[in-house]
């Protein structure tokens, strides 16, 4: 079979040579020498079927055709005779393909030329991936997604646009365009969808929460049948802050000693309790000692202020070193005045000895409490 097939094609090209040889040049044009090109075509490294158009090519000018297959040639082979004025750099086509390959055109000559054409991969989406994959926001806030393709040639594309976009749980959240919005409470999936592929991110809609709780002050001293106010102010997950004193519920770690409620304390008897404020879970505690006056005792006479604001009060420096029993004061714990009616107007839990400053007319009460004793001071 080879051996007919291989006396066909040679007997092919010396007809075709013999032919052109015998033919009588144009003297008018210039002179023009045949040249066979064969060999085989294949599209995509497949054979192409019987039938197929090669076509010869110099520049945009088409010098030749032949079929594959034709004169009892392979389905895929085939012989093409061309005239040219040479030298001619020819390309050739498969049906409408560009072949690959390219031959040197040679008068008189039998040129191999297997040619092969690839047609173009159609570019599909392989893969969405959505951003970002997971994410927490508060019911009534909006969170943008996006989705970006990668294909089939390796190129990535943003698709957030043109992808359907949707919740798998509308009542928790909804989506357009990847632009989600909180709805209530739960976590539902959000999907990016196009031509058939889909990527998916995870959305959890939450409420703010409280954090942490800073109780102020955060440690107090008051006498017997004396109250304290208490604050408590609340840090969320959102980093904002709260009042939250009358939201909180307050305790004592000992009612003997004091009461709270809403923050005020009341001290009942002497000693120590540990005042705690309570929200959603997350409490924090202070230290209250309820004292008394252990001992009074007169230092100086009383006297009227003058009467401007503004005047200042000496304490006697006879307080830094004689106590009831002649001991000293050992530490001072505060100092406070008062005016004879009870209205108090100053407070200070560390105060040095030194001067009070007079905030309106009138008498005033000074007291000193001490670690081991306060003395009652009229002024």
């Known amino acids: 079979m080879k051996k007919m097939f291989g006396r066909r094609l040679m007997l092919a090209i010396c007809l075709a040579l013999l032919l052109s040889v015998l033919a009588i040049p144009n003297t008018a044009q210039a002179a023009t020498y045949p040249c066979l090109f064969y060999g085989t075509a294949a599209v995509n490294d497949e054979p192409v079927d019987a039938g197929t158009e090669i076509t010869a090519w110099v520049g945009d000018e088409q010098v030749g055709s032949a079929l594959t297959g034709d004169g009892g040639l392979e389905v895929n082979r085939f012989t093409l005779s061309v005239d040219l004025e040479p030298p001619a750099e020819m390309t050739f086509k498969i049906g409408e393909l560009n072949a690959i390959e390219t031959a040197t055109f040679v008068q008189y000559g039998a040129v191999e030329v297997n040619l092969t054409a690839y047609t173009e991969a159609e570019v599909t989406l392989v893969s969405i991936a959505v951003a970002p994959v997971s994410v927490e926001i508060l019911v009534g806030e909006t969170q943008a997604f996006t989705a970006n393709g990668t294909y089939s040639d390796d190129s990535i594309t943003d698709i957030t646009a043109e992808a359907v976009w949707t919740s798998s749980d509308t009542a928790v959240a909804t989506v357009e365009e990847g632009l989600a919005t909180g709805l209530t409470l739960g976590t539902t999936t959000i999907t990016a969808t196009l031509d058939g592929i889909s990527g998916t991110a995870s959305l959890e809609v939450t409420e703010?929460?409280?954090?942490?709780?800073?109780?102020?002050?955060?440690?107090?001293?008051i006498l017997l049948g004396e109250t304290k106010q208490f604050t408590a102010i609340g840090t969320y997950s959102d980093d904002s802050i709260a009042d939250i004193t009358t939201e909180a519920v307050w305790t004592s770690s000992d009612n003997t000693v004091a009461t709270v409620e809403e923050g005020l304390a009341t001290g009942l008897a002497l000693g120590t309790a540990t005042i705690t404020a309570m929200l959603d879970g997350i409490s924090e505690s202070t230290a209250l000692s309820v004292v008394e006056v252990s001992a009074t005792i007169e230092l100086i006479e009383g006297v009227n202020i003058i009467p401007y604001t503004g005047a200042t009060i000496s304490l006697?420096?006879?307080?830094?070193?004689?106590?009831?029993?002649?001991?000293?004061?050992?530490?001072?714990?505060w100092v406070r005045a008062a005016w004879t009616e009870g209205n108090w107007l100053y407070y200070n839990a560390a105060i040095p000895w030194g001067n009070l400053t007079q905030l309106e007319n009138g008498r005033a009460y000074i007291i000193v409490v001490s670690q081991d004793c306060s003395w009652e001071i009229p002024q």
Not at 316 to 333: F, Y
């Open 316 to 333: 006697p420096e006879a307080l830094t070193n004689i106590g009831p029993d002649g001991s000293g004061v050992v530490q001072i714990i």
């Open 208 to 221: 703010v929460i409280l954090v942490s709780i800073a109780v102020t002050p955060e440690s107090a001293s």
